[in-house]
């Protein structure tokens, strides 16, 4: 695992962003709105190389992209779409930290594979230890948007999205199908880690 910033890195992070917009336009009906985030690659600083790390996701938002129109998109080999679990109750889905109005991106992105077989809730805890972010439900799906693989490599605890105090939102392959869940925060499984970031950066007001 390495260190980079974008002045070495910076024809990669562009890259990166270029790949990501299409999906991401697709999602938030706004092309100018994404393509405007692109000069805040100049904000990231250093950012963490190696597996399971992400530079950064485009986080595209839209009132009307509700989490299972968000799932839908979600699309794993080529021809299971993803959808939300019957007790999702997903309208009351709570975010705990307050996040950028309009599209943003999350920089430092931890997949969750650092973090496999260890409680959300410890997880989460340590997050605030170490100045980083529980993924939220919209972040993680966007994550997964942008690269399903990752589900067949482990399942996604967001610490960063929860239902009461204790249920944690979590993605998870169902007889290959993408799915968005909850997932009790005091439980460990060996094939789920919990996804984090080092920072939000969007537009302001």
Not at 77 to 94: A, E, F, K, V
């Amino acid at each position: 695992m390495a260190t980079i910033s974008p002045n070495t890195a910076s024809a990669a992070l562009k890259a990166l962003f270029d790949r990501q917009m299409e999906m991401a336009v697709k999602l938030a009906g706004d092309e100018t709105g994404i393509k405007a985030l692109f000069p805040l690659l100049e904000q990231i600083g250093q950012v963490t190389e190696g597996e399971g790390r992400i530079p950064f996701a485009i986080i595209p938002q839209n009132p009307n992209l509700t989490l299972p129109k968000r799932m839908i998109k979600v699309v794993f080999n080529d021809r299971y779409s993803g959808s939300c679990t019957r007790g999702l109750d997903y309208p009351r889905i709570i975010d705990l930290d307050v996040l950028p109005r309009g599209h943003y991106l999350a920089v430092d992105i931890e997949d969750g594979q650092a973090t496999q077989n260890i409680k959300p809730s410890v997880c989460l805890a340590q997050f605030k230890q170490d100045n980083r972010l529980g993924g939220t439900a919209v972040e993680g799906i966007t994550v997964v948007t942008y690269d399903a693989e990752i589900l067949r490599r482990h399942y996604i605890n967001l610490t960063g999205s929860c239902r009461r105090s204790e249920w944690f939102t979590i993605l998870f392959l169902d007889d290959g199908t993408p799915m968005l869940g909850l997932s009790f925060g005091n439980n460990a499984h060996p094939h789920s880690g919990s996804l984090s970031c080092g920072r939000r950066l969007g537009l302001g007001a």
